[in-house]
Nanobody
């Protein structure tokens, strides 16, 4: 089991910045990848950024160059630094942890854990 708790959302003007945090606990050694997703009304949840092994990162085209994902093993926290925010970034942002556990047959059982989400609203 992995427990995730997001924080840092709020209301910001276009062009502003926010930093989201996701504190995690539990069976954290088994975490393979962590990511941020977002969901806005009428749209499906989409992945925004991901980090594997603490260094390998990837971003959606819509946020590349503006958002930065990072992970602190010492603080057991995942971050999303969001700069130059746009109105279309308005959404509930969710933290995800992908856990991989060897199944004893050379493969892995994969489990996904989610936080409760934090609202980000970009508006003038």
């Amino acid at each position: 089991q992995v427990h995730l708790q997001e924080s840092g959302g709020g209301l910001v003007q276009p062009g502003g910045s926010l930093r989201l945090s996701c504190a995690y606990s539990g069976d954290t050694v088994a975490i393979h990848r962590m990511s941020w997703h977002r969901e806005s009304p009428g749209k499906e949840r989409e992945v925004v950024a991901g980090i594997t092994g603490g260094v390998s990162t990837n971003y959606s085209d819509s946020v590349r160059g503006r958002f930065t994902i990072s992970r602190s093993y010492r603080r057991s926290t995942l971050y999303l630094q969001m700069n130059n925010l746009k109105v279309e970034d308005t959404a509930v942002y969710y933290c995800n942890a992908e856990v991989r556990i060897p199944d004893g047959e050379g493969d892995f059982d994969i489990f996904d854990y989610w936080g409760q989400g934090t609202q980000v609203t970009v508006s003038s």
